[in-house]
Nanobody, 115 residues
Framework: QVQLVESGGGLVQAGGSLRLSCAAS????????MGWYRQPPGKQRELVAD???????NYADSVKGRFTISRDTAKNTVHLQMNSLKSEDTAVYYC?????????WGQGTQVTVAS
Protein backbone atom coordinates (compact mmCIF):
# COMPACT_ATOMS: atom_id res chain seq x y z
CA GLN A 1 0.00 0.00 0.00
CA VAL A 2 0.89 3.64 -0.41
CA GLN A 3 -0.21 6.57 1.71
CA LEU A 4 0.04 10.01 0.15
CA VAL A 5 0.05 13.32 2.01
CA GLU A 6 -0.33 16.53 0.04
CA SER A 7 0.52 20.07 0.98
CA GLY A 8 0.94 23.47 -0.58
CA GLY A 9 -2.44 24.54 -1.92
CA GLY A 10 -3.99 27.93 -1.32
CA LEU A 11 -5.20 31.18 -2.81
CA VAL A 12 -3.07 33.06 -5.32
CA GLN A 13 -3.55 35.90 -7.77
CA ALA A 14 -3.55 35.20 -11.48
CA GLY A 15 0.01 35.16 -12.77
CA GLY A 16 1.33 33.95 -9.45
CA SER A 17 2.97 30.69 -8.42
CA LEU A 18 2.36 27.82 -6.03
CA ARG A 19 4.21 24.61 -5.28
CA LEU A 20 2.37 21.45 -4.32
CA SER A 21 4.12 18.58 -2.55
CA CYS A 22 3.13 14.95 -2.12
CA ALA A 23 4.93 12.75 0.36
CA ALA A 24 4.69 9.00 -0.19
CA SER A 25 4.90 6.37 2.55
CA UNK A 26 7.34 4.23 0.57
CA UNK A 27 10.27 4.71 -1.77
CA UNK A 28 9.11 6.42 -4.95
CA UNK A 29 11.49 4.19 -6.89
CA UNK A 30 9.12 1.31 -6.04
CA UNK A 31 6.11 3.19 -7.41
CA UNK A 32 5.45 2.81 -11.14
CA UNK A 33 4.33 6.39 -11.55
CA MET A 34 3.23 9.33 -9.46
CA GLY A 35 1.29 12.29 -10.64
CA TRP A 36 -1.07 15.13 -10.05
CA TYR A 37 -4.68 15.26 -11.13
CA ARG A 38 -7.16 18.07 -10.66
CA GLN A 39 -10.89 18.41 -10.50
CA PRO A 40 -12.32 21.84 -11.32
CA PRO A 41 -15.74 22.72 -9.91
CA GLY A 42 -18.46 20.79 -11.73
CA LYS A 43 -15.99 18.95 -13.97
CA GLN A 44 -14.31 15.57 -14.12
CA ARG A 45 -10.92 14.81 -12.68
CA GLU A 46 -8.11 15.23 -15.21
CA LEU A 47 -4.42 14.46 -15.40
CA VAL A 48 -2.12 17.46 -14.88
CA ALA A 49 1.32 15.81 -14.90
CA ASP A 50 2.99 12.58 -13.97
CA UNK A 51 6.46 11.14 -13.53
CA UNK A 52 7.53 7.53 -13.81
CA UNK A 53 9.93 5.64 -11.57
CA UNK A 54 12.48 6.12 -14.34
CA UNK A 55 12.01 9.88 -14.28
CA UNK A 56 10.02 10.37 -17.50
CA UNK A 57 7.47 13.14 -17.31
CA ASN A 58 4.18 13.84 -19.02
CA TYR A 59 2.03 16.98 -18.99
CA ALA A 60 -1.44 18.01 -20.00
CA ASP A 61 -1.34 20.41 -22.94
CA SER A 62 -3.04 23.09 -20.85
CA VAL A 63 -0.13 23.28 -18.38
CA LYS A 64 2.90 22.68 -20.61
CA GLY A 65 5.47 25.41 -20.18
CA ARG A 66 3.86 26.61 -16.92
CA PHE A 67 3.94 23.61 -14.59
CA THR A 68 6.87 21.39 -13.69
CA ILE A 69 6.71 18.04 -11.92
CA SER A 70 9.81 16.91 -10.05
CA ARG A 71 10.80 14.53 -7.30
CA ASP A 72 13.01 14.37 -4.26
CA THR A 73 13.94 10.71 -3.99
CA ALA A 74 15.62 11.16 -0.62
CA LYS A 75 12.34 12.40 0.86
CA ASN A 76 10.00 10.22 -1.26
CA THR A 77 8.28 13.39 -2.35
CA VAL A 78 6.93 14.63 -5.65
CA HIS A 79 6.45 18.35 -6.29
CA LEU A 80 4.35 20.29 -8.75
CA GLN A 81 5.66 23.79 -9.40
CA MET A 82 2.89 25.89 -10.88
CA ASN A 83 3.79 29.21 -12.49
CA SER A 84 1.78 31.76 -14.45
CA LEU A 85 -1.39 30.51 -12.84
CA LYS A 86 -4.70 31.24 -14.49
CA SER A 87 -8.24 31.29 -13.14
CA GLU A 88 -8.94 28.08 -15.05
CA ASP A 89 -6.32 26.32 -12.92
CA THR A 90 -8.68 26.61 -9.96
CA ALA A 91 -9.42 23.08 -8.78
CA VAL A 92 -8.86 20.50 -6.11
CA TYR A 93 -5.51 18.91 -6.86
CA TYR A 94 -4.95 15.25 -6.02
CA CYS A 95 -1.74 13.33 -5.77
CA UNK A 96 -1.84 9.89 -7.39
CA UNK A 97 0.37 6.83 -7.23
CA UNK A 98 0.21 3.79 -9.47
CA UNK A 99 1.61 0.87 -7.50
CA UNK A 100 1.31 -2.83 -8.38
CA UNK A 101 -1.76 -2.37 -10.57
CA UNK A 102 -3.59 -0.23 -8.02
CA UNK A 103 -4.26 3.47 -7.83
CA UNK A 104 -3.79 5.42 -4.63
CA TRP A 105 -4.97 8.96 -3.98
CA GLY A 106 -4.18 11.73 -1.57
CA GLN A 107 -6.86 13.69 0.23
CA GLY A 108 -6.74 16.60 -2.19
CA THR A 109 -5.65 20.21 -1.77
CA GLN A 110 -7.55 23.26 -2.98
CA VAL A 111 -5.90 25.68 -5.39
CA THR A 112 -7.81 28.88 -6.05
CA VAL A 113 -6.58 31.43 -8.58
CA ALA A 114 -8.18 34.83 -8.28
CA SER A 115 -8.44 36.89 -11.45
Amino acid sequence: QVQLVESGGGLVQAGGSLRLSCAASRSIYSINAMGWYRQPPGKQRELVADITSGGSTNYADSVKGRFTISRDTAKNTVHLQMNSLKSEDTAVYYCNAHFISREYWGQGTQVTVAS
